[in-house]
């Protein structure tokens, strides 16, 4: 693996970081964010070998050397180079605390014993409890020579800012799904609906209720998840009521996070929908090249009723859509809003 395989899914990202590889001028602390853990944990890990192989490449670790074969080893998880320390939440409460950063800090000041550089990983970085938090700031202030700190998050709004201040933000953009999601389906249907129906109200109220029933489905679906994750079940007669709300506020976090990842995976198949129908209205419409290869004579029979000009006004609604549920606009109205727009009774961005 190198840097070729996450250009394939984050070619910005990919690109940065071999640049700043190449120009030597790499920052000490970068933050990773966006929406998916796993390419960021894997940037993460092609960007330690990368630091540490012994026969670099342009593109990234040679994937032979003892450096790479021990930072890909996938026991355990995160590899055994003695040189990349992954820290991850490991509390009941799923938080990283004081102790691991204080683990953390105390490697990053060794000297390396086999690669050239010590890398420290924050996996879920929001996750850091304040107090370490507080106590990691001054090693990201004045960073231990040869170290890099990597910090990964879905959520870096949760992080301290004067955490978020000392590192480099690097924004990672939506992974592409490799399928649509079955469970979305309905949605799909609606939307098809919706975009054919030629300016129905009727259309645009069914699919926000099919929409909100979805949400509401998953809401359903992850609280009970959660629970179980964090075993409360096992805690219900504890008797400190402080221990008992710190935990609640936990578990409502946690729901939180995992219902806006769902949100926003719902999202992300509208949008290619819509991305598919743009590519129909210009011609490019071979099965290969669709993502919702299942919907192609839909597709098409909506691509001969649309201009160009509408099918980009319609991408630009779920993108709108997804920024608005970003910065915590009422939920409702944003959805409300903007399917109004897909039918053509809301102006564009009526919202922003």
Known sequence: MSFKDLSKTQPAVAAVLQRSLANQRLAHALLFSGDGIED???????????????SPRKDGGCDRCESCRKIDASTPPGGLHPDVQWIRPESKSRRIDI???RELEK????????GGVKVGILVEADRLVHAAANAFLKTLEEPPDRSLILLLSTEPQQLLETVRSRCQRLQFGASTPR?????HAAVVEGLLA???AGGSVLAAYRLLGVIRAFLDGEKKRIEPEIEQRLQLERYRDVADKEWKEKMEDEMAAQVEAEYRRSRAALVVTMDWLLRDLLMCVQGGDGAKRLFHRDRRDALRGLAAKLTLERALDNLAAIEDLHDQIERNVNESLA???TLLRLSGLAPARALA
């Open 179 to 183: 399928e649509p999601n079955p469970a």
């Open 99 to 101: 102790e691991q950063m």
């Open 107 to 114: 490697t990053l000041h060794l000297k390396p014993a086999l």
């Open 194 to 196: 919706l975009l054919g």
């Open 335 to 337: 959805l409300e809003m």
């Open 40 to 54: 960021m944990e894997l940037a993460a890990r092609e960007l330690a070998k990368a630091v540490n192989c012994e």
